[in-house]
């Protein structure tokens, strides 16, 4: 399946199903972005799959209004 067109948000994108997920997406053509809580881990995961990144808190009602442009 061809997702060139396809933009995805992630959370919890730096690791386990996340992270595949997100690996599936790119090698099939998606632009995709991942959000963690995790520096560290959201930094290893975007280098390691071509992902953007974003550190947000999906349990911060502000963080999560961030994450989506204006």
Known sequence: MKLTN???LITGGSQRIGY???K????RGASV???SRDE??????GEETGAKMIKADISNEH???EL???
Not at 24 to 27: A, S, V
């Open 63 to 65: 963080e999560v209004i």
């Open 68 to 70: 989506i442009p204006k």
């Open 40 to 45: 560290t881990r959201l930094q290893k995961a």
């Open 20 to 22: 595949e997920t997100a």
């Open 33 to 35: 972005v991942i959000c």
């Open 24 to 27: 599936m997406l790119i090698e």
């Open 6 to 8: 396809a933009k995805v």
